[in-house]
């Protein structure tokens, strides 16, 4: 079954946007004007993929930065720390950071499921089961 999701012109190139369908959070993805519909759920802890950023055909989640490609929903990345570059870390902070680190060594991180497109006019449908 075909479902209106969102019109083309409220997503730029490079955005990204929530809807939810039938029960279903779908982020609809503009990769230089191709569409594309992915789940909303990172597939590492469950973030909501539409506050990520997207660069091309890779959506980087906000909270670990877990990469996937809405292409396909393959996850091309684990979580990764971000640059902390040269900053010296207080020791407390930075042991709590160990610890997290390791707890979250031990989480897989999944693919995420992709929804067939369809544009229709200026209409972006996707295909739900």
């Known amino acids: 079954m075909l479902v209106d999701v969102a019109k083309v012109n409220e997503i730029a190139p490079g955005g990204l946007k929530a809807a939810e369908v039938n029960g279903r959070e779908i982020v609809v993805c503009n990769d230089a004007g191709k569409i594309y519909a992915i789940d909303r759920r990172c597939g590492h802890m469950n973030a909501p993929l539409d506050l990520g950023t997207l660069e091309g055909y890779i959506l980087t989640c906000p909270m670990h930065h877990a990469q996937f490609d809405i292409t396909s929903g393959e996850a091309l990345s684990g979580p990764v720390p971000p640059n902390l570059g040269d900053e010296v870390i207080p020791e407390g902070i930075g042991k709590s950071l160990q610890h997290v680190g390791m707890l979250m060594s031990h989480i897989k991180t999944c693919d995420i499921k992709t929804y067939p497109v369809k544009i229709?006019?200026?209409?972006?449908?996707?295909e739900i089961e």
């Open 120 to 126: 229709d006019g200026d209409s972006i449908k996707i």
